[in-house]
């Protein structure tokens, strides 16, 4: 039969979508279950246990985990016998009574932890003290497994846990991940800890204090969740990492993988085994916002997943799957949600059969595993989700399923002393490595499957590291428990009822001593010198604060519409009602299924009363969290709404119009503008997020230009008669000449993928080491920056060095000359564009002067040989910009037009017919001036002095005054904009480069993505960064702002290039970065002393980067041939590009109503019931940025990709317009 795993449920809701067809053959695959040897499995999963016990018992007991593959034992956590702790309840389940009793009786006799070691809380807290726990409660319901037994586990876990408290002396009382068994906390040890490490210990805790009646155990637990659960965004999203003394988010992704995962489901499986519904309360909060947050629209790759976003953002954060969040699809069939259970578990399965294991992250399109996080360390996750999802559901498609997992282990894992871990899934080799877990869950959830003992989640509450806890009653639960008699019997229910009678005692005890407990450990805190938990630090108390103060204000999202209580009400019934049923039928099937459990696991003593505390607590979760999922969704949309009117009127403040009628590129009347933010609306498919009307106002040059690149203008004109018919004809026409460039192209041997478009993506990154030696290596240009001309850098040697004359190394000019500068371009009459990142050619000549004099001085006047650079290329002025002290020089080889508007006109050569015009053309209309150089309309409206874009008198004035102050701004830094790189509303005129050296220095941090500690020597250095961390943008802007001229990144796969996206906003930098594979960058950075950066790392290694054609003189004469050649065709094809892209800028509608129709009545201005046509006004560094964005996805054709986008945003207009009536509409 098909596996569960090759269908996909939409959402949780609707129908049903299949996964990749590649992956249907797995279904067929799939064993029918009727074909299952149940008996068959049952034995081997047991024997799999045995044998990984066994050895681990002969190969390393005493010590905590076994190296299965060189045979021998190795402690992780003291040397505490981690492995045999863990697997004591496994024991029981296996019917392994003697040794059980083995195991006991060692720990009686020689358990101690009184060692001077470091030890994890978290992981010792789930596998010691809940293993010591677990094997306690089964021993007291059945005392005939160990008989005699004075209670020693409940002792050591007592003792074990006492050496933990310290952990929770902090100012927050959030507990520390490290501590000394001996000496507590560790000085100088590190102060933060994860979100689940934090939040995961109220289950063990709990127990012990119901079973101890000292709440001071559970108390400091819960203070620890409750913080965190008080530090929550407002979208209801908690943190990955926090400090445990500030009480701040370290890490603020949210997810359900690593870092986060088992703090959800001990907030759910706390409520289950205590009954306390606070604890019910907040988890069905951070359910419901991590479902509605966190899941990965599916219309995006046609999966279900739940991926890492900011969590107060809501952004995703990378395109990865954690595979510990494969608990998920159990953790939602333990509260009732099967149905979303269901959907994301097929997913799970989907990516086993498709990497052979689950990676530890793997990307959400099942295509590839994480270059680093590759590994499968026998991890339970999925076996427990497929188990939990059989128990709710019976579905024999799952029993093929955990046969299937069950063989991939049993064949591939099994090595000469147990079971290894696997290292790469990719290439299946495996690591000396076997953690308890796969002893302690991953094997007992295979067995537990195969036995038919499905019965076990109505008697247990299995905890994060699948030990078996009963529930423990309430008051209310304790005395209704007393009077039903209809309850299914424990076998045991008369051996232990002095010990029951006992923990009924401790039970009462606890609730009506809770506050004096709490009190009591707020007391002893302030004696230790720490914060009581209600008198939290300022950090802590102003998150809380500001979490309450978003919910106040979006409080009035969350009121329902009547008509939804009833509807959210059926839908609560429909998803709970097998597990709120209490008829005959019920009782009979719950009794059916626990005799069945009994005769599967024989040795498993059954809690009487645990079934009816389980169903009627998971009955209460599942209508809780079912009206909590479709609360978080009512809000989410009035959220959205609120999100999208003020995206609306944020953009909308972007766009400065001026006062002038807008007229269209072909000269026509504008009727109507709309602005559209474009970005990515699913998957290869770009739409407008943002959609508004806006007035039909003229926009200058410069105020186009200074729009984001995602930000575009839709105009709806009146189309000239003919319009229709002369644009198909160009269209064809068009076509016909790049389909004549690519024919061209392919008769010399040319490469057609590189052939059409702008300047190419794939950059050649020359090394000039200090021994003399040089390496050529291929990189991969990012999708921000300046681009590189190929071919004008051609038979260009890259240079050693030489003289600079900049004091303080910022690559450009010297302070001293800063004040000269300035008035020798007010004198000039010349407005320097302080953005610009390289010189103006009169400082440029001045600092070559001062160059040539000090190479002179410093050499005894012999000048060293210097590349004479070309002038101009393709009828086009070359100009070279350097910088840098000597022996730490840069150069730039830039094309003069290259920049700005894209190569078209010289600054100030305006043609009249160009329809949109400047400020001087705009305020010549008849508007008459102020004696301070603004127009008297625009004094009279109130025009703001502190506008980011002056007009140009307001600028000249400026440099007159010595306001503006160009001589002091670094050249190819961010320091015009403040350090920051060129923000997207803000983008600078970027340069087109035909190569771009400087000294290589590595950054400290190597990823960038904190703050820099060797800032200094990045000035005028080509940064080299390593990958992840951060967005690649992030990075590069830190570079930039420490004054940087140029980034390599290096990937951190060996032989990878992948391209290095900007932010959905389009923001671009003013310097190029290039991605390098990680083996040639480990070149690189081994040659800096291994990320040691300074000015040493710089002065060894020389960086060059330029376009593959534009070939350094070590390079053939022939290659230099051919490249030529390759440009002439590269050139033609780029035309041929350029034309069709002009081409789809005017579509033309035949009828009025096409394109939204004209308003009611025929208004003229709007169109008044002619032929309308739509056309796409933009910026060229938008035209770039939006040819970029779509080459990436379509190397092979990108103008062909391009020309489909402009259509797909010309049809979204012309359908957000017919159905939002022109108005402001969100869109996507």
Known sequence: MALLGCMVQDGGRGGTRQVDGHWRGVAAAAAMPSAVNLTQLREESMGMFRFGYGQYMQRAFPKDDLRPISCRGKDSQGGIALTLIDSLDTLVVMGEKQQ???????????????????????????????????????????????????????????DLTDR????????????????????????????????????????????????????????????????????????GLVGNTLDCDSGEWVRTDAGVGAGVDSFYEYLLKAYLAFGDERYLTMFSEVYAAAMTHLQLDPNWNGNVWLVDVDMSAGSVLHPYVWSLGAFWPGLQALAGQVEE????????????????????????????????????????????????????????????????????LRDSNRVACGYASVGDVSTGQLEDTMESFFLSETVKYLYLLFSNASAVVDHFVLSTEGHLLPPFPTLLEEGAAESAEAEPQGRYSNATSAARGACTAKEVRLEAEQQQQQQQAAEGAQKRGTCSWGDAPPGAAQQRQRTQQAARRFSAAAQWPERWHAHVDQEAARKCRLLCRQDGGAAAALGAATAALSASLPLLPLPRGAPALLRSRRCTACEHVTRAVWQAEWTKSQLASAEKQARLAAAEAKVQLGRQPAVSASGQHVNRQFLCVVEDTSKGSLGCTVFKELPAKRISKRHLNALPYNYLLIQLTDAPPGAAAAAAAQQKQQRRQAAAAQ????????????????????????????????????????????????????????????????????????????????AAAAADGDSDDDDDPYLDEEEEEEQQQQRRRQQQKSSGGATPPEPEYPERWGGRPLELRRGGPPGREWRALQVVDGGGDGGGEEEGEDGDDDPYLDEEEDDEDGEAQDGSGRSTAAAEEGEDDDDPYLDEEEEDQQQQSGSS????????????????????????????????????????????????????????????????????????????????????????????????????????????????????GSQLLKALGQGGGGSGGGQGVRLRLSFPDGNAGPVAASAAAAAQQQQKHEKQAQRAAQAAAQAQHRVHAQQAAAAGGAPAGGDPAAGGGKPQQVELLMSAGAQVWLFNKVAAGNPADPSAAFQRILAQLQSHFVQQHATGGGGATGGG
């Open 341 to 408: 259970g269901a959907a994301l578990h097929s997913n799970w399965t989907a990516a086993w059969h498709r990497f052979g294991w689950l990676p530890e992250m793997f990307d959400v399109g099942l295509e590839n595993r994480h270059p680093t996080e590759s590994g499968y360390p026998l991890r339970p996750e999925l076996m427990e989700s497929t188990f939990m999802l059989h128990a709710a559901t019976g579905d024999p498609r799952l029993l093929a399923v955990g046969a299937a997992l069950h063989r991939k």
């Open 164 to 235: 933990f408290l310290p952990a929770f002396d902090t100012p927050t009382g959030i507990p520390l991940s490290w501590v000394n068994l001996r000496h507590g906390q560790i000085r100088g040890d590190v102060r933060a800890t994860c979100t689940a490490c934090a939040g995961t210990l109220l289950l063990e805790f709990g127990v012990l204090s119901r079973l101890t009646g000292n709440g001071t155990y559970e108390a400091l637990a819960r203070h620890a969740v409750e913080s965190i659960f008080d530090m929550r965004s407002e979208r």
């Open 965 to 1080: 102050d160009s001589g002091g701004r670094r050249a190819g830094t961010a320091a015009a904009n403040g350090g920051g790189g060129t923000p997207a509303g803000k983008p600078p005129p970027l340069p087109v480069l035909c190569f771009l050296e400087a000294p290589a220095v590595a950054a400290q941090p190597l990823d960038a993505c904190d703050e820099l500690t060797n800032a200094a020597d990045l000035q005028g250095s080509m940064a080299v960064v390593q990958r992840g961390g951060c967005m690649f943008i992030s990075k590069v802007l830190a570079a930039e702002a420490a004054g940087a001229v140029g980034v390599v990144v290096v990937n951190s796969a060996a032989a990878e290039l992948v391209p290095m996206g900007t932010d959905p906003q389009g923001t671009q930098t003013l310097i190029p970065a290039v991605l390098v594979p990680g083996e040639t």
């Open 743 to 822: 024919a061209a192209a392919q008769q010399e041997g040319a490469c057609s993928a590189e052939g059409g478009g702008p300047p190419s993506d794939l950059i050649v990154v020359e090394a000039l080491f200090q021994n003399g030696s040089l390496a050529r290596w291929d990189s991969m240009l990012a999708e921000f920056g300046p681009l590189f001309e190929p071919g004008c850098g051609e038979g260009i040697a890259i240079y050693p060095g030489g003289g600079g004359t900049s004091a303080a190394s910022s690559g450009g000019d010297s302070a001293s000359s800063a004040g000269s500068k300035a």
């Open 100 to 158: 059980f009793q083995q195991a006991v009786a060692w720990l009686t006799a020689n358990a101690t932890f009184d060692v001077d070691a470091r030890v994890h809380v978290f992981e010792l807290t789930i596998r010691a003290v809940g293993g010591m726990l677990s094997a306690h409660m089964l021993i007291e319901e059945d005392p005939t497994l160990v008989p005699g037994y004075d209670g020693a586990l409940l002792r050591l876990a007592v």
